[in-house]
């Protein structure tokens, strides 16, 4: 893990504001073209969720979820999440940041693209691990070929190595995406 830039004050409300409903689905749909979408049983929470564009795809692709969650701590995604009554069919969200605790367990949790704005990266990891029941799959970026400026981290093969299971590189080379299956 290299830290790749100092933290800085990037406004998530602003952003998310301007940039509306869908912007990122993309990381969702290579996720499913690796990953088998009919793993996840049970209900699935999507940390860092944004506006919800993922959670809209993965409604499509996920026949065995039960329940989705959206989980960001962004007050203003909240809000548009909430506006948009037409992804609420199976979808609850909750407001809560990933520096904090969690405060139940899940059976199965994503976060694409959101440790690298953490201040302490391996603090939000520990979260994710802990609240996950079943399977954990996160992504961030790889080796700096990312450079955005909310980026506060890059990251390689041997950061998680030690907490999760396996990993793949993204296409490009740009993301690596790390898998945690827990046994009941």
């Known amino acids: 893990m290299k830290r790749i830039t100092e933290e800085r004050k990037f406004d998530w409300d602003e952003f ?7 912007w990122r689905d993309k990381d969702y749909r290579f996720l499913t073209t690796h990953f088998d979408p009919k793993i996840f049983k049970g209900d699935l929470l999507d940390v860092g969720c944004g506006v919800a564009d993922g959670i809209r795809y993965l409604k499509e692709v996920c026949p065995n979820v039960s329940r989705f969650i959206g989980m960001d701590f962004s007050e203003e995604a909240m809000k ?7 992804i609420h069919n199976k979808v609850i969200f909750w407001e809560h940041s990933l520096t904090e605790p969690f405060f139940t367990n899940v059976d199965n949790v994503i976060c694409l693209q959101t440790l690298e704005h953490l201040q ?3 603090k939000g990891l ?32 041997n950061d998680f190595k030690d907490q999760m ?15 945690l299956e827990k046994n009941e």
């Open 16 to 22: 998310y504001y301007h940039k509306g409903s869908y």
């Open 80 to 86: 548009i999440n909430k506006e948009h009554h037409y």
């Open 120 to 122: 302490d990266p391996i």
């Open 126 to 157: 520990k979260h994710l691990i802990s609240m996950t029941k079943k399977i954990l799959i996160i992504s961030v970026p790889y080796k700096g070929s990312r450079p955005d400026i909310d980026h506060m981290w890059s990251f390689d093969e």
């Open 165 to 179: 299971d396996s990993y793949i590189i993204g296409e490009n080379e740009s993301n690596i995406y790390w898998r």
